[in-house]
Every structure is written in structure tokens, then in C-alpha cells.
């Protein structure tokens, strides 16, 4: 069964710093994409960031680019969000998630519970 | 913000047939695969329906998607209570050096 358990969010001020975590298994952890999503208060889904299988690409959504770092280590099957420069808008449940990427494909097969983040002073 | 555009809100009664409208662009629906997803509030999002309109292990046949041009749509026929969720639609988008984007989200109501 794949399993996905995000952790590290909490109660953050504005401009501060943050590092979430995402610990996997069930599966092949170096076979697959990985992205993150966060949902904030009242609003939709939304796209964070997302990471190739040996790390050496990385997608942003823009108003993340220059603040937020995503990364992966494949021998401890663990994905990571560095949030950095933390804006109340920030303030979400962040989900990691399984992905699969081919040819005019790419999708979010599972999602973890989510861990929550509020900006706030 | 969001470059795919779905309706805020659907309703039906049990038994009935909802669609949900997802309308995009040609960096996105027009090159890419449609996916579909199923939120409960407080709950992991669900897969519901792949590369346009493939089920899932596990997804009822109720279920079904397709696409035309720029445009997707997600079909629940024979509508039960426990359809009642959030749908958002997705695709990847080829501009701006590439990203992933989710659907406005519609909420069915049964």
C-alpha cells in the first residue's frame, strides 16, 4: 500500500521559515515524480512545486519561485519543501503526492493526509 | 490563478446524471491529458479519472471523462449521496517553462 505522511507544518511568521517533510512507502520511491499541492482556506487545489525522479528538475509555481525549494532523497524515500520568505497567502494544507509523468501525461496518482501551515503574527 | 475553468457548482438528485465542464487553453487541454480528481473536505484527493477518461482500480463505471480541443468534461450517471465532493479537473501546461494546474473545483451537491 503506498503511503504518503507529510510533516513539519505549523505556525509560522510572516517572512519566516519552514521545512516540510514527506516520508513514503509502498512503493519504488526513485521510479516516480513528486510534487507538492496545497489547498488554502475556502480555495482550490493549487500546484506548488514538483521534482523529477533523480532531482535534476524542478518545476515552480511562479509566486513560490525564489522562496520555496523542493528536494528529494531517494535512499531515505523522503520528499522536503524548504518554504522560505513566508507570505500569509502561504497559509494552506500542504499534500505531498505520488505522480506519473510520460508523452502529454502527467498526473497525481496518490496524496498523503496533508500537513497544515498558517502564516500569521 | 488557475488556467482551467470549471463551473462553481452542479447539482443533481440521486439517480440523476451530473457534467462538469473543464475549459482550458492549447498549452494545456489541447496538448496534454486530462485528469480528474474527487475531494472530500478533510480527506486525501482521489484519482477518479486518467489520461481523459480512464478509470482507476477501484472507480465506478458511474464515472466517465472526455475531451474535445480545449476543452474536458466529467460525467457521474446514476448520482448517489456519496458523490457529494469537491471535482477538480488537471492537465500539465507547457507555458511558462512548464507547470501543473488544477481546475477552478466544482462542487457537486446531491
Known amino acids: 500500500e503506498v503511503q504518503l505522511v507529510e510533516s513539519g507544518g505549523g505556525l509560522v511568521q510572516p517572512g519566516g521559515s519552514l521545512r516540510l517533510s514527506c516520508a513514503t512507502s509502498?512503493?519504488?520511491?526513485?521510479?516516480?515524480?513528486l510534487s507538492w499541492v496545497r489547498q488554502a482556506p475556502g480555495r482550490g487545489l493549487e500546484w506548488v512545486a514538483n521534482?523529477?525522479?533523480?532531482?535534476?528538475?524542478?518545476y515552480y509555481l511562479d509566486s513560490v519561485k525564489g522562496r520555496f525549494t523542493i528536494s528529494r532523497d531517494n535512499v531515505k524515500n523522503s520528499l522536503y519543501l524548504q518554504m522560505n520568505s513566508v507570505r500569509a497567502e502561504d497559509t494552506a494544507v500542504y499534500f505531498c503526492?505520488?505522480?506519473?509523468?510520460?508523452?502529454?501525461?502527467?498526473?497525481?496518482?496518490?496524496w498523503g493526509k496533508g500537513t497544515t501551515v498558517t502564516v500569521s503574527s | 490563478q488557475s488556467v482551467l475553468t470549471q463551473p462553481p457548482s452542479a447539482s443533481g438528485t440521486p439517480g440523476q446524471r451530473v457534467s462538469i465542464s473543464c475549459s482550458g487553453s492549447?498549452?494545456?487541454?489541447?496538448?496534454?491529458?486530462v485528469n480528474w480528481y474527487q475531494h472530500l473536505p478533510g480527506t486525501a484527493p482521489k484519482l477518479l479519472i486518467s489520461?481523459?477518461?480512464q478509470r482507476p482500480s477501484g472507480v465506478p463505471d458511474r464515472f466517465s471523462g472526455s475531451k474535445s480541443g480545449t476543452s474536458a468534461s466529467l460525467a457521474i450517471s446514476g448520482l448517489l449521496s456519496e458523490d457529494e465532493a469537491d471535482y477538480y479537473c488537471?492537465?500539465?501546461?507547457?507555458?511558462?517553462?512548464?507547470?501543473?494546474?488544477f481546475g477552478t473545483g466544482t462542487k457537486v451537491t446531491v
Open positions: 503526492t505520488r505522480d506519473q509523468q510520460g508523452p502529454r501525461l502527467y498526473q497525481v496518482d496518490d
Open positions: 509502498g512503493f519504488t520511491f526513485s521510479n516516480h515524480w
Open positions: 521534482i523529477k525522479q533523480d532531482g535534476s528538475l524542478k
Open positions: 492549447s498549452s494545456n487541454i489541447g496538448t496534454n491529458t
Open positions: 489520461s481523459n477518461n
Open positions: 488537471s492537465a500539465w501546461d507547457d507555458s511558462l517553462n512548464g507547470h501543473f494546474v
